[in-house]
């Protein structure tokens, strides 16, 4: 799938939120397959967060079937959730009750019989509002799933964030696009594994946040889910690319961050790349050369 080119106009107006914006990133362990169990967690850490002011809940990817690819392919209709699907009503009845949002990572199968990864918006209303498909699939995940075809900008209290999937903030584009669409925060449910996976999420997470001066969120898996190792760890990171707060590897846990728009301004004071780069041209011929004798 080719990369997107980088949007052709220029980088948004300076535009803050008035006030914080408390937001949990939530790890648990998946069952694998039950989707009964698993939207119950949803619930109870939606609950959770909610008592300790949380506005919205960020989930892992693929969290209500765990991730299972081959069980998922055994019966899509078990293991994937549709538009309008009754096993969603604890959610939203939590969302409605405690006045939370929530971003909860499912497969998805729509009505031609396609799947996604997707990542359900719940408002604080209960409803659910919208879904993001993931849009970069890894490659063991190309013959069982159809790639999404659009970013996804939420907007909550003043803010704007910006949603990825998993691989989709591997691409510098992805984020960038988001940044330039306003986004104050970009928030991604994901699956990393002990090793390269943690090793990845340390070295895209923050290099997205300076690149953009986003705040960054991260929600993983732990335990085993789908024959992966997880390696937990989720996350905040600044917009100057520090790290906020982190979770353990292996336990169930929710970390809270109040994201400040006053943080916010500053760094994109100091750091003026997205204004920078309203002044440059977006493509520009490249010259080549060849060295070498005679």
Request: aromatic share 6%; hydrophobic share 40%; net charge negative.
């Amino acid at each position: 799938m080719p990369l997107p080119s980088t949007p052709d106009r220029p980088a948004p107006a300076p535009d803050f939120p008035d006030r914080p914006l408390r937001i949990a990133a939530a790890q648990a362990q998946a069952v694998a397959g039950d989707l009964p169990a698993n939207v119950a967690t949803v619930a109870d850490l939606i609950r959770e967060a909610a008592s300790d002011g949380v506005r919205l809940v960020l989930f892992a990817e693929k969290f209500l079937s765990g991730y299972e690819p081959e069980l998922i392919r055994t019966d899509p209709l078990k293991y994937s959730v549709q538009p309008g699907d009754p096993r969603l009503a604890p959610i939203v009845d939590a969302c409605r009750e405690t006045g939370t949002a929530a971003v909860v990572g499912a497969a998805v199968r729509d009505a031609d019989g396609e799947l996604r990864i997707s990542a359900l918006v719940f408002g604080p209303d209960g409803a659910l509002t919208t879904r993001y498909d993931k849009q970069y699939l890894f490659k063991a995940e190309r013959d069982t799933y159809r790639p999404g075809t659009t970013g996804c900008t939420l907007q909550l209290d003043g803010w704007r964030l910006g949603l990825g999937i998993c691989y989709d903030s591997g691409f510098p584009e992805h984020a960038r696009a988001a940044a330039l669409d306003g986004c104050h925060a970009y928030l991604v449910g994901a699956l990393f594994s002990v090793g390269h996976g943690h090793h990845e999420s340390r070295t895209w997470f923050p290099a997205r946040a300076l690149d953009n001066t986003l705040y960054m969120v991260l929600a993983n898996h732990i335990g085993t889910t789908g024959g992966w190792n997880t390696c937990g760890a989720s996350a905040v990171w600044s917009p100057d690319g520090r790290l906020l707060a982190e979770a353990g590897p292996d336990r169930r846990e929710l970390v809270v961050a109040d994201l400040d728009p006053e943080v916010l301004r500053t760094t994109r004071e100091a750091e003026s790349l997205l204004a920078d780069l309203a002044s440059q041209p977006r493509t520009t011929p490249r010259d080549r050369h060849t060295l070498g004798l005679g």
